[in-house]
C-alpha cells in the first residue's frame, strides 16, 4: 500500500502549482484524505483535508482562499491546487490517508506518502 506524492517544483511568488497524490494496493475511495507540509526549520503542520465524498473539505488558514483540495476517487487519487503561493508556503509537503478522520495533529493516521518538495521564491 502506498501514497505517491508528486507535483512539486520551484516556483516564483504569485504562482502555482498542483500537487497530485496517487494511492495504489488498495482502494482509498472510502479514505479521508488530506495534505501536510513542512517548512524549514517547522514542525509538521495541517495543510487542508477532505471526506471520502469530495463535498466537505476544510483548510489551515493560512492556506484558506488559495489551496484547493479534491480528489478523483476513480484514479485513487487527490490533488491540491496551490494558486498565490508565498514565500512562507515553502516546505515538503506530505499527503496523508486515514480511515476516519484526519487530524489537524496529525496523531494516528493510516497512510503517508513520501513527501513532495515546493520552494517559492519571492
Known amino acids: 500500500v502506498q501514497l505517491q506524492a508528486s507535483g512539486g517544483g520551484s516556483v516564483q511568488a504569485g504562482g502555482s502549482l498542483r500537487l497530485s497524490c496517487a494511492g495504489s494496493g488498495r482502494t482509498f475511495s472510502n479514505y479521508v484524505m488530506g495534505w501536510f507540509r513542512q517548512g524549514p526549520g517547522k514542525g509538521r503542520e495541517f495543510v487542508a483535508r477532505i471526506n471520502p465524498s469530495g463535498r466537505s473539505t476544510s483548510y489551515a488558514d493560512s492556506v484558506k482562499g488559495r489551496f484547493t483540495i479534491s480528489r478523483d476517487n476513480a484514479k485513487n487519487t487527490q490533488y491540491l491546487q496551490m494558486n498565490s503561493l508565498e514565500p512562507e508556503d515553502t516546505a515538503v509537503y506530505y499527503c496523508?490517508?486515514?480511515?476516519?478522520?484526519?487530524?489537524?495533529?496529525?496523531?494516528?493516521?493510516?497512510?503517508w506518502g513520501k513527501g513532495t518538495l515546493v520552494t517559492v521564491s519571492s
Open positions: 496523508a490517508a486515514d480511515r476516519t478522520i484526519i487530524r489537524t495533529d496529525y496523531v494516528g493516521i493510516d497512510y
